[in-house]
């Protein structure tokens, strides 16, 4: 396949659009103008995140294949809309293309995208081709409506509420480590390979985040994109709270379990500080409790776990049978 | 300045949020949340669009200021706004820094963004911030509000309308081609000073853009981020319809022509096939040019020239005293 730079922006552009299916009826103008135009659902307001996928900092494209990148970097967005609550309306995709990236990669890049816009509800409505005269970056901006009074903030917790956490942690991380070991992806088994797809390809917490702000049962959220660890130091922080988890409560991921065991790393730990496992967490008062599960049991067979309390006193504590001992810091990209 | 790497990415989005007022009421969260949360004008339609510089490829650090940098990224997407009629109401901010990047060249650049973005209305509501292996990297979406009937789309115009162009052309080619050949800042005339402005610091037409859209006056309109001779290519060939442009009617900027007839270019060929001058271009129906010609009269002084009308047969040309040579094809970026 020819190297993109020997099409042209227009010609890629065009090669794009062809890749998505027609927009619903709210997307009055889509790819193709100056800009897109939406048109708002009756009674929401507008929530809207950017985040963006950088080679060699993010994913490696030795590793990764352009279709698990592609929805990636979608999917890094909807995380942060589920944490609103909101609902994916629309999505903006940018990409700076090195010059020796190929139109087979461009292509199943941007397949790997809209399939994932497509089912989601983010449909792809514009974006921007540059070229890159280093690394692959795509920005992503996604686009959701939520009910004002369905809002999940994350500044709204208090002391005594009940953090609870979606699914299982320190996936991401283990998959993470794992092809920086080098692993053979053949020889791997389910638990390893479970963790390897959750650093691939997250997938956001889109329904559990929208059923909770519906049932107007949790008092604040957060996703877990720098980890558990980070995700509930800012909660707390925000709430001028502190936060004790219960170690033996964290959900680990088996595969991550079985990964930090071997080498000697606490799992729990290991768990609490990995990021990009692009889970939730709530904060809950304990009066809303049995409302909040109620709600989470309609999320599809998602796991919820409740892993702690907010607290008076500040600062932020693994508890392990009564010893407490300092959160780790959040896992840093940067 | 220490570099930025030394700070982590909670500590500069932390610098970054000092540096931006209090948003207006319309933004019910801004920075800090998972997600920003915007409440919709009533009346109107959404606007989104997403635009990015690239180093190198867009601009050279070596010769732009990092707060000219931060306000251009923001402006080409105003121009795109513009070309809707649409009025900014919010932005995100996507930046990949490189580790050299120091903290003064990011407060920089943040100033710029930030000073643009509150004489605007494209209040900074959220972004994201990465470490770039490579090159500087900024995307911006920019979100505007538009009634749906006073939208500006490019792909409605008619074969019969008027062609008009805001401002003058091939500025911004000839201050780009100034930089290139080393030119020294401080020696260059009013004309040249004038090429470089509008190189490094385009100004959106938003408030004619707006007029333009109220008066529903315009049957098409366009920005002119890859030139003229893209823009009126695209109208036309969005209209089913061939354009051609009088050669005599091109303003174009006296520093263009200077540095242009100095170099053995025609002048009227390097203004239209020139990038990045971010004016608009209209289709108008004859019938009404005058209401057209009464609306951007209350565009502060803005000059708008008549230069060519969509005609039945394909093609795109300029016609210099009745004879016909095709334009120029577009200004490529990529």
């Known amino acids: 396949m020819p190297p993109i730079r020997t099409l042209g922006e227009h010609a890629l552009v065009e090669r794009l659009r062809q890749r998505v299916g027609p927009p619903p009826a709210s997307v009055l103008i889509g790819i193709g103008d100056d800009a897109a135009v939406l048109e708002p659902d009756r009674g929401t307001v507008q ?36 944490a609103m609550g909101a609902t994916p309306r629309a999505s903006l995709l940018s990409l700076a293309l090195p010059d020796a990236f190929d139109c087979a990669e461009f292509d199943e890049l941007v397949d790997g995208y809209v399939s994932l816009a497509e089912r989601s509800g983010a449909t792809l409505v514009g974006g921007n081709l540059t070229r890159s005269p280093g690394p692959l970056m795509i920005d992503v901006t996604a686009v959701g409506a939520v009910a004002r009074r369905r809002l999940l903030r994350r500044d709204t917790a208090r002391v005594g509420d009940e953090i609870f956490v979606t699914g299982v942690l320190g996936a991401a991380a283990a998959g993470l480590e794992m092809l920086r070991s080098g692993i053979a992806r053949m020889g791997v088994d389910d638990a390893a390979a479970a963790c390897l797809a959750r650093y691939e390809s997250p997938e956001a917490r889109t329904r559990c985040g929208v059923i909770v702000g519906r049932s107007r049962a949790a008092s604040a959220a957060i996703d877990l994109s720098d980890g558990l660890a980070d995700a509930v130091h800012r909660i707390a922080e925000s709430a001028g709270a502190g936060v004790v988890l219960d170690a033996e409560q964290i959900p680990v991921a088996e595969g991550a379990r079985a990964w930090a065991s071997g080498r000697g790393i606490d799992p729990v730990m290991f768990a609490v500080a990995g990021g990009e496992d692009y889970e939730l967490a709530f904060a809950v008062s304990p009066r809303r409790r049995g409302r909040f599960l109620g709600a989470t049991r309609r999320c599809r067979n998602l796991q919820v776990t409740r892993i702690g309390r907010l607290v008076a006193d500040r600062g932020a504590w693994l508890s392990t049978s009564g010893r407490l001992e300092p959160l780790p810091a959040g896992f840093v990209h940067f």
Chains 1, 2 share one sequence.
């Open 47 to 82: 929530v809207l995140t950017t985040d963006g996928l950088v080679e060699d900092v993010h994913f490696t494209r030795a590793w990764t294949r352009p279709a698990a990148i592609g929805a990636k970097a979608l999917a890094v967005n909807l995380s942060d809309l589920a």
